[in-house]
């Protein structure tokens, strides 16, 4: 049994992203697949941020970083990372997959996620999720 004093910091997550709480007490819990996001671009922290778009992988049936120029499903962007995601534990070690929860019908504000969705991506959630 490890009785050390041990630091743990939590950062608040944002949600400017957000445009209004519609939707949000519908949220599908899914499992990301960690491989398919940049350390240096995504998770510097250890944290995946909420805001991310989110497209499924056909073969796993796990969800990814949206990109229009991948044609393995995350081509079409499905709905919007919830909230922020661990991926590196505090001994530093990152985890292949992880659970986490995405907004499927809302609201949101382009200007304010924390990677961009593209014209084609805002088309594939045009019937669920409204961009402002």
């Keep these: 049994m490890d009785l050390s004093l041990r630091t743990v910091?939590?950062?608040?997550?944002?949600?400017?992203?957000?445009?209004?709480?519609?939707?949000?007490d519908v949220l599908r819990s899914i499992t990301l697949d960690v491989s398919t996001f940049v350390k240096a671009t995504h998770y510097p922290d250890g944290f995946l941020k909420?805001?991310?778009?989110?497209?499924?992988?056909?073969?796993?049936?796990?969800?990814?970083?949206?990109?229009?120029?991948k044609t393995d499903g995350r081509q079409t962007c499905v709905g919007i990372l919830w909230s922020g995601v661990e991926v590196i534990d505090r001994r530093g070690n990152a985890s292949t997959s992880v659970g986490g929860s995405m907004l499927i019908h809302g609201v949101i504000k382009l200007s304010a996620l924390p990677v961009a969705l593209d014209a084609n991506g805002q088309t594939d959630v045009a019937s669920r999720i409204y961009t402002v």
């Design 50 to 69: 909420s805001g991310i778009p989110l497209g499924k992988i056909t073969a796993s049936g796990k969800y990814g970083l949206y990109d229009d120029s």
């Design 9 to 24: 910091s939590f950062a608040q997550d944002r949600k400017d992203w957000l445009g209004s709480q519609h939707g949000t």
